[in-house]
Every structure is written in structure tokens, then in C-alpha cells.
T-cell receptor
Framework: GAGVSQSPRYKVAKRGQDVALRCDPISGHVSLFWYQQALGQGPEFLTY????????KSGLPSDRFFAERPEGSVSTLKIQRTQQEDSAVYLC????????????FGPGTRLTVT | AQSVAQPEDQVNVAEGNPLTVKCTYSVSGNPYLFWYVQYPNRGLQFLLK??????LVKGSYGFEAEFNKSQTSFHLKKPSALVSDSALYFCAVREGPGGTYKYIFGTGTRLKVLA
């Protein structure tokens, strides 16, 4: 079946621009996570949704970062007024239910801020 | 606070030899532990997990890991390495029941299996 998809795969933004990154989780997966992965590092937790409810956003680095999942399926991570330090790969993952289940990751969106 | 340490940036092993990729963790209460693998230009793939029960868990592609509570470790092992096992491996932890939803990943260990 279809896995987690993310779009765009690559995004180049000028400093100060707003960007929106999309995640399509596996159908029926209740839980959705966003991560930021800097070069040479492991994924860092940004935020977590259970259906449409954002239950944890403690990892969002600043108030320029905003995530939503209005209908409990597709999610969008928005970054306003991008800065060079936002350059990273943004990963989305979904899991079936509860939080003991493994996560299925998308291929990521590589964001480069120039 | 939760944390994960993967003390080796890179592990080299000859094909056919056993391999070990190390992981230690710190978490409040009982941990949920995971291993993921990342191949070039591909997303992270789940290998195995420890939630409860037997300390030795078996996963995909012949990998296994042993949960050691006293040493707070969850090392990844395979009895006989393949060249195709060469990839980047990540250990992850989250708090068990009643804990936060946050998963913490290690910095990764690059495994190179030499023919």
C-alpha cells in the first residue's frame, strides 16, 4: 500500500519567505509527527497530532513554526519568515494508533534557505 | 529529560562477521525503544522495537536487539553482516505509559560492511 508522502521534496526559499510543507500520512493512521533533521544529526521532534488535535508542540523552535491537521489526515507545517537556520530536512511520520506502535516515515522535504 | 546516546559515529565490520551498534538511553520510568535504518535518499525504516516482555527482540532483516535495564542499553546486533546492511542506524526512545509523546532520536551510527 501507499506509504507516507511529502511534498515538495525540495524547496529553496529566500530568507524572509514563508513556506508550507505537506504530509500525507498512511490512510487510517491516527498519530502524526513532524521532525527536523539537520545534516549529520538525528531527527528532532517538532510536534505531534492525534487525529486533528495537536497534543504536543513543545519541539517547535519558534513562533514562526506552525503545524495543522484540520481533518485528521493531511498535515501542513508552515514556516513564516524563513531564516538560514531553518535549513534542514523536515520529516513526517505516522503511526497506526496509540503510541507503542512504530512510526512510518516519509522521504522528507529538504528546505534550503538562501 | 529523555536522551539517547549512540557513542560510535561509525562502525566497520567485515561481511559475515557479527555486528553490534550501541545505544544507551535515559528516560523517566519504563522506556519504549526503537531502531530505525536510513538508506541514502530514502526515509527512515523501522527495524524493531522493545515495549515490554522479553528483553531480546527480533526485527527485520535478521536484526535483533537486547534491552538491558540495569545498563540502560539497547544495542542492535546481527550474527552475520551483509554488505547490503551498510546504512545509517538510529536508536530512539520515548517514555512508557503515562509519559510524553515525544520521541528522542540518537545522532546515528554509520555502519560499513566491508566485502
Amino acid at each position: 500500500g501507499a506509504g507516507v508522502s511529502q511534498s515538495p521534496r525540495y524547496k529553496v526559499a529566500k530568507r524572509g519567505q514563508d513556506v508550507a510543507l505537506r504530509c500525507d500520512p498512511i490512510s487510517g493512521h491516527v498519530s502524526l509527527f513532524w521532525y527536523q533533521q539537520a545534516l549529520g544529526q538525528g531527527p528532532e521532534f517538532l510536534t505531534y497530532f492525534q487525529n486533528e488535535a495537536q497534543l504536543d508542540k513543545s519541539g517547535l523552535p519558534s513562533d514562526r513554526f506552525f503545524a495543522e491537521r484540520p481533518e485528521g489526515s493531511v498535515s501542513t507545517l508552515k514556516i513564516q519568515r524563513t531564516q538560514q537556520e531553518d535549513s534542514a530536512v523536515y520529516l513526517c511520520a505516522s503511526s497506526h494508533s496509540g503510541l507503542t506502535y512504530e512510526q512510518y516515515f516519509g522521504p522528507g522535504t529538504r528546505l534550503t534557505v538562501t | 529529560a529523555q536522551s539517547v546516546a549512540q557513542p560510535e559515529d561509525q562502525v566497520n565490520v567485515a561481511e559475515g562477521n557479527p555486528l553490534t551498534v550501541k545505544c544507551t538511553y535515559s528516560v523517566s520510568g519504563n522506556p519504549y525503544l526503537f531502531w530505525y535504518v536510513q538508506y541514502p535518499n530514502r526515509g527512515l525504516q523501522f527495524l524493531l522495537k522493545y515495549i515490554t516482555g522479553d528483553n531480546l527482540v527480533k526485527g527485520s532483516y535478521g536484526f535483533e536487539a537486547e534491552f538491558n535495564k540495569s545498563q540502560t542499553s539497547f544495542h542492535l546486533k546481527k550474527p552475520s553482516a551483509l554488505v547490503s546492511d551498510s546504512a545509517l542506524y538510529f536508536c530512539a526512545v520515548r517514555e512508557g505509559p503515562g509519559g510524553t509523546y515525544k520521541y528522542i532520536f540518537g545522532t546515528g551510527t554509520r555502519l560499513k560492511v566491508l566485502a
